[in-house]
């Protein structure tokens, strides 16, 4: 049906791989691109048996004349982004050039600053439409499958959402005394930044970890719970009707919390450079360097996650809640493509994606967040392809 090339070789794009490959119907033909080729042909080796035909490249995701060039050579249909956020404008700038849909599972970030809006990008719009082109923005898990289920309780169950709580808990372990799930750069950037919600109109902001609240979550049990800024509220606050108020929570042990504030008390969490030995480098940098890579977790890691939204509105009238999330297994995602949970989460929602756009079924021009399609083919899709959901009508609210 159609040729996809894929940007980036981390974990997420080793999860993205294999399930293209386990459609080879959709995708007949991919090409794995990084700055690092070495890493594309390590993710190619350990492929199962398949008929999409999958070749590897190297490119300088942030030289938009370099994924030009690799674009023209390969003619994909689609470009599929799971490289850095700081990347993401050269890779659409690539795509407008060659006439190429764009989805990626991250919002742009400036590298010098920790920014998370999606102002850049949903600036492409008119481009994107007077190409023809889509690009779907940020479909992971979170960003990404919390937007489909909006939609889905907005289309099936509610006349009006007023509230909604995201909940990301991860109850694995993988025996390290600190190390992240995913990039460690963005992820300590994403923590260490100010909290903030949407409530009546307005955002607030909160400091860092500032809100804990515990939450008893299906499955995994009572976790600790925090409020952080996630860059699918900005887009919700704006595509869900009647929203009054909506927040993201995540999952941090005392043991990460206490790792994570000496490193900030003695500056490795800063982004801001310093000189040493004569060159000029941030400390985060360097931390990211020293901690354990996130795809090397997977054999590692055991447990599961919960992830999923919380909703409280009403339908003819009346009050209504409506909770609907996914649990993932590490070791089953490991098992069935060499990557741990967080991986899986991130890249499956990618693929399906991407598999909506080659199907012309999620297909317009311009710049869309997932929560702007129609979320029943997705939430099948998630069915089909390993993240299962489940959903109560009586769930527990959060105050």
Known sequence: MGKALIIGAGGVSNVVVHKCCQNSDV????????????????????????????????????????????????????VINVALPYQDLTIMDACLETGVDYLDTANYEPPDVPKFEYKWQWAYKDKFEKAGITALLG???????????SAYAQKHYFDEIHYIDIVDANAGDHGYPFATNFNPEINIREIT????????????????????????????????????????????????????????????????????????????????????????????????????????????????????????????????????????????????????????TTGVPAMIGAMLMLKGIWKKPGVFNVEEFDPDPFMDALNKNGLPWHESFEPVLLD
């Open 27 to 78: 995708f007949e033909e991919i090409c794995l691109a990084s700055r690092t080729k070495s890493k594309c042909d390590a993710i190619v080796a350990g492929l199962p048996e398949t008929k999409t035909k999958v070749t590897t490249a190297q490119v300088d995701a942030d030289k938009t004349e370099e994924v030009v060039t690799l674009i023209r050579s390969f003619e994909p249909d689609i």
């Open 139 to 149: 479909s992971g898990f979170d960003p990404g499958v919390t937007g489909v289920f």
């Open 193 to 344: 930044s100010n909290g903030r919600y949407y409530k009546d109109g307005e955002w607030i902001e909160t400091k860092p970890l500032e809100i804990k609240k515990t939450y008893d979550l299906p499955t995994i049990g009572e976790k600790d719970i925090y409020l952080l800024y996630h860059e699918e509220l900005e887009s919700l606050s704006k595509n869900i009707r009647g929203i009054k108020q909506i927040r993201f929570w995540m999952t941090f042990s005392e043991k990460y919390l206490t790792h994570l504030k000496v490193l900030q008390n003695v500056g490795m969490t800063s982004i801001e450079p310093i000189e040493f030995e004569g060159k000029k480098i941030a400390p985060l940098h360097f931390l990211k360097a020293v901690l354990p890579d996130p795809a090397s977790l997977g054999p590692r890691t055991k447990g599961k996650t919960n992830i999923g939204c919380i909703f409280q509105g009403i339908k003819n009238g009346e009050p209504k809640t409506y909770y609907v999330y996914n649990i993932c297994d590490h070791q089953e995602a490991y098992k069935e493509v060499g990557s741990q949970a967080i991986s899986y």
